[in-house]
Antibody, heavy 115, light 110 residues
Framework: QVQLQESGPGLVKPSGTLSLTCAVS?????????WSWVRQPPGKGLEWIGE???????NYNPSLKSRVTISVDKPKNQFSLKLNSVTAADTAVYYC????????WGQGTLVSVSS | QSVLTQPPSVSAAPGQKVTISCSGS????????VSWYQQLPGAAPKLLIY???RRPSGIPDRFSGSKSGASATLGITGLQTGDEADYYC???????????FGGGTKLTVL
C-alpha cells in the first residue's frame, strides 16, 4: 500500500517561495499513478493545486498555474511542490495524494505565510 | 467559489439516512467520474466513493454514490456519531483540464 509523507518549512515569508516534498513509500513513483498536491486553508475547503506523472507531464489549477511548479525525483522516489510569490492567502495545510481519484493521502503539513 | 456545488450542512438523527448532493456541469460531473471524500476533524481526507458508485476496500456499504447527468449524490444510511465529518465531492473538469472539488458539506448527527 502506498504511503505518502509531506515535508518542508512550516513558515514562509511573504513574497517568498513555498517548497514541499512528498516522499513515496510502498510503491514506485514510476507506477501508473499521477501524483497530486491539494491544499486546505484553515477552516475552509479543499483546493486542488496540480499533479504530475513520472514522465514529467503536469496539470495545474488555472488559478495557481502562473506560480506553481511540480516536479518528480525518481531516484529519491518523491515529488515536490514549489509555489512562488506567496501571500497570507497561501497559508494552508498542504496534502500530497495519488490521483484521480485521490485514493492515498499524506497526513498533511501546515504552511504559514508570515513575516 | 467552488466549481462544484454542495450544501454547506446536513443533519440527521442516529440510525437515519442522509443524502449529500453535488452539482456541476457537462465539463466535469457530466462527463467524468465523481469521487467522494470524508474528512474527520483534524484528519486528512479519506476516499469513500470512486467512479461514481464504487467503494474502496474497507468502506462499509452504508455509504453509496450515484450520478445522474451533471449531478451526483452521496448517501449514508444507519448514521452513527462517528460519521460526523466534512464530505467533499471531486472530479476532473475537462474544460479547465484540472481537478475540482465541491465546497464541502458538514454532516451533523444529532
Amino acid at each position: 500500500q502506498v504511503q505518502l509523507q509531506e515535508s518542508g518549512p512550516g513558515l514562509v515569508k511573504p513574497s517568498g517561495t513555498l517548497s514541499l516534498t512528498c516522499a513515496v513509500s510502498g510503491g514506485s513513483i514510476s507506477s501508473s499513478h499521477w501524483w497530486s498536491w491539494v491544499r486546505q486553508p484553515p477552516g475552509k475547503g479543499l483546493e486542488w493545486i496540480g499533479e504530475i506523472y513520472h514522465i514529467g507531464s503536469t496539470n495545474y489549477n488555472p488559478s495557481l498555474k502562473s506560480r506553481v511548479t511540480i516536479s518528480v525525483d525518481k531516484p529519491k522516489n518523491q515529488f515536490s511542490l514549489k509555489l512562488n510569490s506567496v501571500t497570507a492567502a497561501d497559508t494552508a495545510v498542504y496534502y500530497c495524494a495519488t490521483s484521480w481519484p485521490l485514493d492515498y493521502w499524506g497526513q498533511g503539513t501546515l504552511v504559514s505565510v508570515s513575516s | 467559489q467552488s466549481v462544484l456545488t454542495q450544501p454547506p450542512s446536513v443533519s440527521a438523527a442516529p440510525g437515519q439516512k442522509v443524502t449529500i448532493s453535488c452539482s456541476g456541469s457537462s465539463s466535469n460531473i457530466g462527463n467524468n467520474y465523481v469521487s467522494w471524500y470524508q474528512q474527520l476533524p483534524g484528519a486528512a481526507p479519506k476516499l469513500l466513493i470512486y467512479e461514481n458508485n464504487r467503494r474502496p476496500s474497507g468502506i462499509p456499504d452504508r455509504f453509496s454514490g450515484s450520478k445522474s447527468g451533471a449531478s451526483a449524490t452521496l448517501g449514508i444510511t444507519g448514521l452513527q456519531t462517528g460519521d460526523e465529518a466534512d464530505y467533499y465531492c471531486g472530479t476532473w473538469d475537462s474544460s479547465l483540464n484540472a481537478g475540482v472539488f465541491g465546497g464541502g458539506t458538514k454532516l451533523t448527527v444529532l
